[in-house]
């Protein structure tokens, strides 16, 4: 306590600025803050004090408790300790208030940027003459685009046929397209959409079919599972699966024919026998219509026949095969066969390109045309196939350029 009596009276502050320099003053406990402001610009800022504002224009910050401190008030009314580190900073000059022909400049270019509203609009486009946009105009152009494709790929199919028929080994490359056609779908099964199910518990060959009904949708198959897991038919194959064989052979019977005769009599009943068997490898090649959007189509009131005429049309969309069924019914299912024609400029370019020409002799690409044809969603398999994949590519950029000119 007589330590604390008796002891000086006199601080040891560790000052420094916000440009690195640093210093002790030694200040009474009396003194001001305003003081020891000045005492400080003199040993940091010579000849500052000349100016009456620049201590005004100053302040100390005690570091630890970050308060600034007041200027009236003393050392130790501040409750300063010794060997506390004071920080001197110059204060920030004040935002100046904006001038009113600023504000108004302002808000004029806020207003110019600003996008215009209902009235402005029609006030501006008062004087333009009125069309109106047929909205089912642009859907008949798209339908047009798909009825286009559907003609250039039937045509291109008669023309591999008879690039097949005209090839040495016509018999042989028959055989082997129908070996491709026959091969088990269950190759075609998306294997990790199917180990999905399985996993789920649902039978695998329940699961097979399921994902075929469904465009290999995992959502879609698992729901349609759920759905008919009490249908006694739910095991029933799919249409065109279980007679398949029976065509199959018939078409290896006709191909032994076709390879027996030798003259030029008998090449043209091969020719013949060769045209019949590629027209059963397109029946082969169904249409299966979507089990839901059937069932929700005939419950407006619509023929089954009707129904799948207008799924087949419109590649099964359920909402394009209803305005199909209300609509003008355009097109029909017999102009989906017609081919395109033979003479137009789009079809020779098409025939022109080398790509292909090369690639019609080959007998996927047929089979890739005719599965197309009758299953439109698979076209993204087939565009993605390095056989037929770049055919494909051939004859989408050909359309384009030629419809853009």
Aim: glycine share 4%.
């Amino acid at each position: 306590q007589e330590e604390k009596i008796f002891a000086g009276k006199v601080l040891r502050l560790h000052v420094c600025t916000m440009e690195g320099a640093e210093w002790l003053e030694e200040v009474p406990e009396d003194t001001t803050v305003e003081k020891l402001k000045e005492r400080c610009l003199k040993h940091c800022v010579p000849g500052s004090l000349e100016d009456p504002k620049t201590v005004t224009h100053h302040k100390l910050i005690h570091v630890t408790s970050e308060k600034v401190l007041t200027d009236t008030k003393t050392v130790l009314e501040e409750n300063i300790q010794d060997r506390d580190v004071l920080l001197l900073v110059k204060k920030r000059a004040p935002t100046l208030l904006p001038k009113m022909a600023d504000v108004v400049a302002e808000e004029k270019r806020k207003q110019e940027q600003k996008a215009p509203d209902k009235d402005a609009i029609l006030k501006a486009t008062a004087n333009l003459p009125a069309r109106s946009v047929d909205r089912t105009v642009t859907h008949h152009n798209m339908r047009d685009f798909q009825t286009e494709l559907r003609k250039i790929l039937v045509s291109l199919i008669e023309v591999a046929q008879k690039l097949l028929a005209l090839n040495p080994d016509a018999v042989e490359l028959f055989k082997k397209a129908n070996a491709m056609l026959d091969e088990d779908e269950e190759d075609r099964v998306d294997e990790i959409a199917l180990r999905q199910l399985t996993e789920m518990g649902f039978p695998e060959s329940r699961a097979v079919k399921a994902l075929r009904l469904n465009h290999m949708s995992v959502t879609q198959a698992m729901e349609w599972l759920i759905e008919h897991a009490d249908d006694p038919s739910v095991d029933a194959p799919l249409p065109g699966q279980a007679p398949a064989e029976a065509p199959a052979e018939g078409a290896a019977s006709s191909a032994e024919a076709a390879a027996g005769p030798s003259s030029e009599e008998g090449g043209e009943e091969a020719k013949d026998e060769l045209t019949e068997i590629f027209k059963k490898i397109r029946r082969k090649r169904e249409f299966r219509p979507d089990p839901r959007a059937v069932i929700a189509l005939m419950e407006m009131g619509f023929d089954e026949k009707e129904v799948v005429d207008a799924l087949r049309v419109n590649n099964n969309q359920q909402n394009a095969a209803c305005e199909w069924l209300l609509g003008d019914r355009k097109p029909s299912p017999e102009d989906l066969d017609k081919g395109i024609d033979t003479n137009s400029p789009l079809f020779q370019a098409i025939l022109e390109n080398p790509v292909v020409q090369l690639g019609l002799t080959n007998p996927k690409t047929l089979l890739a045309f005719e599965d197309m044809l009758e299953n439109p969603l698979n076209s993204t398999q087939w565009m993605n196939d390095p056989e037929t994949g770049p055919v494909m590519l051939q004859i989408s950029r050909i359309f384009q350029t030629l419809n853009r000119t």
